[in-house]
């Protein structure tokens, strides 16, 4: 079979017409690839915004919180300073309410008076030292 000019140019038409076609798929296609980068490079920058102001507040949060945590820290030594205080005035209020009624209690209840009677004395026996609210010597 013989094959005319005609046939061929024919041929060479319909495979030019379908490079064509072809080159001009891809050529929609890269536009569209081209967008989708382009939309892909935007969305990246918005998220990447994001992020710094996310580790901004961040850091505005880590710095809240250290200065939370120290204030926390100072009032807690304060209340325990408080606290001490407050129990040692305790101590001594009850120690001042009955101090200076002890040798007629003593007296009252177990028939004798004391000579001495000295509120906070602190006695040392042998290495030991023992503190007695109220010390009393006959």
């Known amino acids: 079979m013989k094959t005319t000019i005609q046939d061929r140019v024919n041929t060479l038409e319909e495979a030019i017409k379908r490079v064509l076609y072809i ?15 382009k939309e ?19 850091i505005e949060y880590k710095n809240w919180s250290k200065r939370m945590i120290e204030s926390l820290e100072k009032t807690t030594q304060e209340m325990k300073k408080k606290w001490g205080e407050l129990s040692n005035r305790l101590g001594t209020l009850v ?11 003593i007296q009252k209840h177990f028939g004798i008076r004391p000579d001495v009677v000295d509120k906070n004395k602190e006695v040392e026996k042998e290495a030991d030292n ?3 609210d109220i010390y009393m010597q006959r």
């Not at 080159?23 to 980068?37: D, N, S, V």
């Not at 101090?99 to 209690?105: D, E, R, W």
């Open 40 to 58: 892909f490079k935007n969305e990246m920058k918005i998220f990447k915004d994001e992020m710094k102001a996310f580790k901004a507040e961040m």
């Open 23 to 37: 080159q001009q798929q891809t050529q929609i296609e890269i536009q569209e690839l081209k967008q989708e980068m």
């Open 95 to 105: 120690e001042d309410i009955f101090a200076p009624s002890i040798s007629v209690c």
């Open 130 to 132: 023992l503190e007695i």
